[in-house]
C-alpha cells in the first residue's frame, strides 16, 4: 500500500510542479465590488479558526477554475488514499540516501536537488545559522543580556504522540574579537543545556526544529499568507480605483493573493493536509498556534531596517549578513517607492489630501492585527508613506521568498533539524519526510518574476520610466551580489517573485 500511496502523491506533486504556469498579471480594472473579511472557519469549515479574517470570494480576474478543482481533488484523497501510513520504518540514516529515495528522477528533472549548508556539513553551527540562514529573524537581545531565540510558545500546542516538545529558548554570547555569536544554553523539556552537556546535540535538534516549525506555519502562512498578504490585496483593492497611480504600483505584487490563499489553505490546514502530517502539532493543537499567533501579530518584520531596531541587533557588534541583504533588497525597493511618489505626490499635504490612501491605511489597520503604526511612525508624509508603502512590496516579494523556498536548501536536511523529535530517537518515518519533500519541491514552482517589465501597468510613460528604472536597479544589484560568495540563504532579484500567487 505504501508503494501505491508513495507513486500517487509524487506523481501529484510532479505534475503539479509540470502544471503551473506563472500568472499573466493583466491592468486592474474597476469592477465595483467590495471583498469583505469573513473569518476562515466561515471559508474553510473544517479548520475551525474563528479569529482569522479571510476575503469572502476570489475576485473575479484572479479565479482559476482548473487549479480550484484540482485541489479539491487533492484534498479529497487525503481520506481516499492518505499521502500517510502507520508503522512505515524511518529513512535511511544517511541524509544523501534517504534524499536520494524520496527524490526521484522525476523531481529532478523539473528541480535540482537541494544542496547542504556548510554550518550543517559538520556538525551544527547555530552561532553562525543565527545570523545567516533564513532563522536569522528570530535573533534578538536577551532581557539579562546576550541575545536569544525565544520559541518557548510552542511547547504549549498539543503534539502529536510520541514526540518531543519543540519549545525551545537558545541563548547567545557575543564573541567580540571574531565579531560572531556563540551558543551558551538550550532550553527544552530536556532542561537547561549548555555545550559541554551529553544532551546538547538533542537540544540543538530541538531548537532548529522548533525554528523551522515556526518559520513554515507562523511566519510563512500565518504571517505572510493569511495576516498581510490578505489583508494588503483586499485594502489595495477596496481602497483604490483602477486609474489611480498606487493600484498600478502596488497591483503585480498583491495580484493573485486571494486566488492563492483559497487554493493552498484548504491543502496545508485541512484535516489530513501538509502541517498535521508533517509538522509536530495534532490537527487542534496548530489550529490553536494560528489562532493565537494571528493576534501576536506584528507588522514591524516588514521593514528589515525597523525589525532589527526593535529586536536590538542593528549595529550590535557581530557581523549579520542575512540582515545586510535584507536590508540591501528593501533599499533598493525604497528607493524605486520613493521615485514613483515624487511624480505624482509633489508635497506632503497633497500626499495627505489623497483619501483612497487614507482610506487604505485605515483598513489596513482595521484587518491586521495590532495595525500597521510601527511601519508607519507619525504623521503620514512622504517619508512614512514611502515606507510604508515599500514594506507590502517587501512583504509579498522578499519576505515571502525567505521564509517559503528560502528553506528548500534547509528544511530537508532532517539529521541536523528534524522536522519532528522523536522520543524514542527515531527518524522520521517514510511517509512523514516525503511529504515534507514534496510540499517544499511544490514551493519552488515558476511564478511571475519581480525583474519582469511591469511597465505596461503604468498611467503614463513617466510611471513606466520609473518601472523601467527599477528594473535597473534591481539588476544592478543582481550583479553585486554575483559579485559575493554565494550562500544559500541570501536572496537576490533573480530569484524572487512578484508576488505570493502559488
Known amino acids: 500500500m505504501w508503494r501505491l500511496k508513495r507513486w500517487f502523491w509524487n506523481e501529484l506533486a510532479v505534475r503539479k510542479f509540470a502544471g503551473n504556469q506563472p500568472a499573466v498579471i493583466p491592468v486592474p480594472l474597476d469592477d465595483g465590488t467590495r471583498l469583505n473579511p469573513v473569518t476562515l472557519a466561515s471559508q474553510f469549515p473544517g479548520i475551525p479558526i474563528p479569529n482569522i479574517r479571510v476575503a469572502d470570494r476570489v475576485p473575479g480576474d484572479e479565479a482559476q477554475p482548473f487549479k480550484f478543482y484540482f485541489y479539491k481533488f487533492q ?6 488514499l492518505p499521502a500517510t501510513q502507520s508503522g512505515l520504518p524511518p529513512i535511511d540514516g544517511d541524509p544523501f540516501k534517504a534524499l536520494d529515495q524520496a ?12 544542496e547542504i549548508p556548510d554550518e550543517y556539513k559538520e556538525g551544527v553551527d547555530l552561532g553562525r545559522i543565527a545570523v545567516a540562514s533564513p532563522y536569522a529573524c ?7 543580556g546576550g541575545y536569544q531565540w525565544d520559541l518557548r510558545q510552542l511547547e504549549k500546542y498539543e503534539h502529536h504522540a510520541g514526540l518531543r516538545s519543540v519549545g525551545a ?11 560572531r555569536l556563540e551558543p551558551t544554553q538550550i532550553d527544552c523539556e530536556l532542561g537547561s543545556c549548555k555545550p559541554s552537556d551529553a544532551n546538547w546535540d538533542l537540544a540543538q535538534k530541538i531548537a532548529l526544529c522548533a525554528a523551522t516549525t515556526h518559520l513554515s506555519l507562523v511566519r510563512h502562512f500565518n504571517g505572510v499568507h493569511l495576516t498581510a498578504g490578505a489583508a494588503f490585496a483586499m485594502a489595495t483593492r477596496n481602497n483604490f480605483p483602477a486609474k489611480h497611480p498606487l493600484k498600478r504600483l502596488l497591483w503585480p505584487h498583491m495580484f493573485g493573493t486571494q486566488y492563492s490563499n483559497q487554493i493552498v489553505t484548504s491543502g496545508q490546514m485541512a484535516r489530513g493536509g501538509d502541517f498535521e502530517t508533517t509538522f509536530s502539532f495534532t490537527h487542534p493543537g496548530m489550529c490553536k498556534l494560528f489562532e493565537e499567533t494571528y493576534e501576536q501579530y506584528d507588522a514591524t518584520v516588514l521593514d528589515p531596517v525597523r525589525d532589527a531596531e526593535r529586536r536590538g541587533i542593528a549595529d550590535a557588534g557581530f557581523d549579520t549578513p542575512a540582515l545586510s541583504n535584507r536590508r540591501a533588497l528593501f533599499e533598493v525597493i525604497r528607493a524605486h517607492v520613493q521615485r514613483y511618489f515624487r511624480i505624482y505626490y509633489d508635497s506632503d499635504e497633497k500626499l495627505r489630501a489623497d483619501a483612497n490612501f487614507a482610506g ?4 489596513l489597520n482595521r484587518l491586521i492585527p495590532n495595525g500597521i503604526g510601527n511601519l508607519l511612525g507619525g504623521s503620514i ?3 512614512s508613506g514611502t515606507r510604508l508603502v515599500a514594506a507590502f512590496i517587501y512583504l509579498a516579494t522578499v519576505e515571502h521568498e525567505i521564509l517559503g523556498t528560502g528553506l528548500w536548501n534547509y528544511q530537508l536536511w532532517t539529521h541536523r533539524q528534524p522536522v519532528r523529535v522523536y522520543r524514542n ?24 518574476q519581480l525583474m519582469h517589465d511591469f511597465a505596461y501597468l503604468a498611467l503614463d510613460e513617466k510611471g513606466a520610466d520609473e518601472f ?3 528594473r535597473y536597479e534591481l539588476q544592478q544589484l543582481q550583479e553585486q551580489i554575483e559579485q559575493e560568495p554565494p550562500a544559500p540563504w541570501k536572496m537576490s532579484p533573480r530569484i524572487l517573485e512578484a508576488n505570493i500567487n502559488a
Do not use: C
Request: without cysteine.
Open 75 to 80: 484534498v479529497a484523497m487525503y481520506t481516499i
Open 103 to 114: 527524490y526521484t528522477s522525476k523531481h529532478r528533472k523539473l528541480f535540482p536537488p537541494p
Open 138 to 144: 528570530y535573533l534578538e537581545r536577551a532581557p539579562e
Open 169 to 179: 529558548r537558545v541563548l547567545f554570547r557575543l564573541n567580540g574579537g571574531e565579531r
Open 360 to 363: 487604505w491605511i485605515d483598513e
Open 381 to 383: 508624509d512622504l517619508e
Open 425 to 448: 530517537g527515531q527518524r522520521e518515518p517514510l511517509d512523514v519526510y516525503q511529504r515534507l519533500v514534496n510540499a517544499n519541491f511544490n514551493l519552488n514552482v515558476s511564478r511571475a
Open 468 to 470: 523601467r528604472n527599477f
